[in-house]
């Protein structure tokens, strides 16, 4: 139990462009979604946390206007890179927890590059 | 906000060695403290974690302490094997209670484990 998928894993978009990520809890609730994002050989950087039907709060530094995170349902939330430039490529993983659950549950990432 | 501070950056260990990475937090409510594993294009795995009511936690060959009064815990390997050479990352989070801070997590910045056969 407790899976979590990403979609798509890989995409390429020309600069200019939006991109939007998709993160499925395929079995379970998840009153909480994050969205991580991971540059080449650097750790996981939070960039946002969202709960199901409010919006997200978004960490320091981190536009929201760019980083457009939707929470519909407590098995869907998306992350819609706007306007994608090179320096958006990333590695971007989401993970999800539920209720008071001490454990979050990522997916499989989505690589991100920007042409 | 919470900084989790891991070191060694790199750890370059013998087949049967141990392997022991430290982390350090600030933020002294994070009551929660998983490590991942994760090999190169993948999701982070957890491989233990331990809660803040709990001072070690031990599964097979891997094993975390936790110093809450100095706000640094641990993580042991023993009897390493080649297929334990991945990036491990410690984190911390705070649990419970709701607010703002609620269950992110705050990563330290990862130790590159290589195993020699």
């Known amino acids: 139990g407790a899976v979590v998928s990403q979609h798509p894993s890989r995409v390429i978009c020309k600069s200019g462009t939006s991109v939007k990520i998709e993160c499925r809890s395929l079995?379970?609730?998840?009153?909480?979604m994050f969205w991580y994002r991971q540059f080449p050989k650097q750790s996981l950087m939070l960039m946002a946390t969202?709960?199901?039907?409010?919006?997200?709060?978004?960490e320091q530094g981190v536009e929201k206007d760019k980083f457009l995170i939707n929470h519909a349902s407590l098995t869907l939330s998306t992350l819609t890179v706007t306007s994608a430039h090179p320096e958006d490529s990333s590695f971007y993983i989401c993970?999800?927890?539920?209720?008071?659950?001490?454990?979050?549950?990522f997916g499989p990432g989505t690589r991100l590059t920007v042409t | 906000g919470e900084n989790v501070e891991q070191h060694p950056s790199t750890l370059s260990v013998q087949e049967g060695d141990s392997a022991v990475i430290k982390c350090t937090y600030s933020?002294?409510?994070?009551?929660?403290f998983p490590w991942y594993k994760q090999e190169l294009g993948k999701r982070p795995q957890l491989i233990i974690d331990?809660?803040?009511?709990?001072g070690e936690k031990k599964d097979q060959r891997i094993a975390v302490t936790l110093n809450k009064t100095a706000k640094h815990f641990s993580l042991h390997i023993t009897e390493t094997q080649p297929e334990d050479s991945a990036v491990y990352f410690c984190?911390?989070?705070?649990?419970?209670?709701?607010?703002?801070?609620?269950?992110?997590?705050?990563f330290g910045q990862g130790t590159i484990l290589t195993v020699h056969p």
């Open positions: 993970s999800a927890a539920r209720g008071e659950a001490y454990e979050q549950y």
């Open positions: 079995d379970f609730q998840a009153t909480t």
């Open positions: 969202s709960n199901e039907g409010s919006k997200a709060t978004y």
């Open positions: 933020d002294s409510a994070s009551n929660y």
């Open positions: 331990i809660r803040s009511n709990v």
């Open positions: 984190a911390a989070s705070i649990r419970g209670g709701g607010g703002t801070s609620y269950g992110k997590l705050t």
